[in-house]
């Protein structure tokens, strides 16, 4: 039935519980991505979306409940974060591009002193991914010096030269003009169409319906809905989802 | 040139003409700095002229002559040496070399305890970060001059006579004459001892360019950092043992009234210290942390999320980042310490103030070279130091659009 049936699981959550002090942000979620999946994740301000997806590469760490990333049990606490991190890329909504490198440096970084490779060999593989996202013609140019919708395409080919094996995206095309919107949602499409495992937090739901297996509807800490396009958009079982797509659509 | 435009200006309205070299940016631009030089040109000329008449009238020489003639009194506290025959010339460099020890000492302590407590202030601990709160609030809002005075009236005076010293690891000494502590004294073959240190800062420099060209080339890294540290402290010392220890120590010992021997300080000198670096130090701490929360949360979870390495994070995003918001500041604070050395002379320690424009001024009357002089090293120290601190601004400047 699915896209990717039998496939293994990229992601698997269960009964996940985070309290910021004693606000309980996310309760009881069970999650499971396959490789290859693509789910975007939708849902009010404040619904605990971003805290999710931090929660998978440890950027926030959770109390209860187990995360498991390509098959590697998140331990509490963050011990384990290092290795967790090698399987997973994130792309964020204010790009955080390093701002005294240049673009090939900000892609090289990582590469060169994370994961012990030649600089030559680095240059190399941050010219493949710029050229992949559209902008190798701008390697050394400073990121301020770039739009915004160039800036998020250097995040994307900066988080590619790690080489995840599962993207997170955490609204990354929130924070974008218009008809820069467009430039950032292709380059998304691409990576879905190329394999890549990807969670996306965003309300782009023209790009959910192009290419997510699973829409998830998030609301108060609560995977409240979720299920593939066309039934998540033509028949919301819930009001809280209705109510939600009938204000962004 | 800049009477054509005038006029230009005046007789047509319409942008033809001279008159329309009014609306050219650049050249107006050009004439106003003419302009501007022009007066400040005027005003010192005007200013210089003045000078030399009151001073004719008053019988008053703006000579250097004076510089050679013996200024015949004592300075309490010299680094480099002087006698009371000396000219005032020497008193003069005496005065300099003064005033560069506090300003060196000092920048040197207020730059450590300003670090620790900036960081303290964003520390998580609340009895930490509110304590270096309070320790910068009382020292940035009191005056500097009224915590010198404290320091030496309220403190370093009120030590004990030198018979009832403080002495710390038999060593140190503190009492109200001062702060007496050991001085080194090189011995034969010291001198290998200081070039074993300098080959080996030189070799730890090589070894970090060396491993930062062979990172790039093979992806392999290795520590150079900590191996050039340990060659920088190991190396003197195994040439320090090996030599049988060239160095030895004079220590402060007490005879009759007095403390003989060592290298003494007297009470003004540690209450100038003491204050100009507790005072600086809280402007230090809030330029540290400003510079530290001037790196956006989102840079470190970037680098988190990317894998980073933590140390790399540190020397890669966190630092460029904040240095370029430290340094500036930093670095006129530092003048200011400079400058505010110049307070000494509240408490009678011979700074270049103190020993110059105050008693070789009094005693010469040559008011215009003095003073002259005085201006000139302090503004050649402020225009050096402003001179680095472009270049490096050039240098680390963020390029937007
Ligand atoms: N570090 C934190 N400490 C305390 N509360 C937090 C923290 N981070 C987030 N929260 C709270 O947790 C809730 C969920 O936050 P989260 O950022 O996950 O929401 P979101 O669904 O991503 O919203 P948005 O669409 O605005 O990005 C919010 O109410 C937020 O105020
Ligand atoms: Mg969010």
Redesign the pocket.
């Known amino acids: 039935m699915s896209r990717v049936e039998g496939a293994r699981k990229a992601i698997e959550i269960v009964k996940l519980n985070k309290w910021?002090?004693q606000?309980h942000?996310?309760k009881d979620i069970d999650l499971t991505v396959r490789e290859r999946e693509i789910y975007v994740i939708c849902?009010?301000?404040?619904?605990?979306?971003?805290?999710?997806i931090?929660c998978i590469n440890q950027l926030?760490h959770h109390q209860e409940g187990d995360i498991l990333v390509d098959g590697v049990l998140v331990e509490k606490g963050g011990k384990n974060q290092e290795t967790i991190r090698r399987t997973t890329g994130m792309v964020f909504?204010q790009f955080n591009l390093f701002p005294h490198l240049t673009v090939l440096e900000n892609c090289t970084l990582t590469p060169t002193l994370g994961l012990g490779m030649p600089r030559a060999e680095a240059e190399e593989l941050a010219m493949f991914h710029l050229k992949r996202v559209g902008i190798e013609d701008q390697a050394l140019k400073y990121p301020l010096q770039l739009s915004g919708g160039q800036q998020q395409r250097v995040a994307i080919a900066r988080s590619l030269c790690t080489r995840p094996k599962i993207m997170l995206f955490?609204?990354p095309t929130?924070a974008l003009d218009p008809e820069m919107i467009k430039e950032v949602l292709d380059v998304m499409v691409e990576l879905a169409d190329s394999g890549m495992t990807m969670i996306c937090?965003t309300h782009e739901m023209g790009f959910a319906r192009q290419v997510a297996d699973k829409i998830l509807f998030?609301d108060q800490?609560e995977i409240v809905e979720s299920g593939p396009p066309g039934e998540f958009f033509l028949n919301p079982r819930y009001d809280r989802t209705e109510q939600f797509l009938s204000h962004i659509l | 040139m800049a009477a054509t435009e005038q006029t230009g200006s005046r007789s047509s309205t319409e942008r033809t003409g001279p008159g329309r070299l009014l609306y050219d940016a650049t050249v107006r631009a050009i004439f106003l700095q003419a302009l501007t030089a022009a007066l400040v040109v005027g005003l010192f000329a005007w200013l210089i002229y003045n000078t030399m008449v009151n001073l004719q009238e008053r019988n008053l020489s703006a000579g250097f002559g004076f510089l050679d003639v013996s200024a015949g009194f004592g300075i309490s506290f010299t680094l480099i040496p002087y006698e009371e025959g000396d000219t005032y010339l020497r008193v003069f460099f005496v005065g300099i070399a003064n005033t560069l020890l506090v300003a060196a000492v000092s920048i040197a302590l207020a730059t450590i305890i300003g670090l620790f407590v900036g960081l303290a202030r964003l520390s998580d601990n609340w009895i930490v970060a509110k304590l270096s709160r309070a320790y910068i609030e009382l020292l940035r809002n009191t005056p500097l001059l009224l915590q010198i005075i404290a320091w030496f009236f309220g403190v370093f005076n009120l030590l004990p006579r030198p018979r009832d010293s403080v002495v710390m690891a038999e060593a140190f000494v503190l009492n109200n004459r001062g702060f007496y502590m050991p001085a080194p004294v090189p011995e034969l073959g010291f001198g290998y001892v200081m070039a074993a240190f300098v080959v080996a800062l030189l070799g730890a420099i090589a070894l970090y360019r060396w491993e930062d060209a062979r990172r790039d080339r093979t992806g392999k890294s290795f520590p150079a950092i900590s191996t050039g540290l340990a060659m920088i402290v190991l190396v003197p010392l195994v040439v320090h043992l090996a030599l049988g220890r060239p160095l030895s120590w004079d220590p402060p010992v007490l005879q009759g009234f007095n403390f003989v021997g060592g290298v003494s300080v007297p009470p003004a000198f540690c209450a100038l210290i003491v204050a100009l670096s507790a005072y600086t130090s809280a402007f230090i701490a809030e330029i540290v942390r400003s510079g530290i929360q001037s790196v956006s949360k989102g840079q470190l979870e970037a680098a988190g999320a990317l894998n980073l390495p933590p140390t790399w994070t540190l020397r890669r995003v966190i630092l460029p980042q904040a240095l370029r918001v430290i340094i500036p500041p930093l670095i006129s604070q530092y003048l200011n310490i400079t400058k505010n050395s110049s307070l000494a002379i509240a408490i009678g320690f011979p700074d270049l103030v103190s020993v110059w424009m105050n008693t070789s001024l009094n005693q010469s009357g040559r008011a215009i070279p003095i003073v002259a002089m005085t201006m000139a090293f302090y503004c050649l120290v402020s225009l050096t130091v402003s001179l680095v601190m472009n270049s490096y601004n050039r240098r680390v400047q963020i390029k937007e659009r």
């Open positions: 910021f002090g606000f942000v996310l849902g009010p301000s404040g619904s605990g979306k971003s805290t999710l931090r926030e909504q955490d609204e929130s937090v998030m800490g």
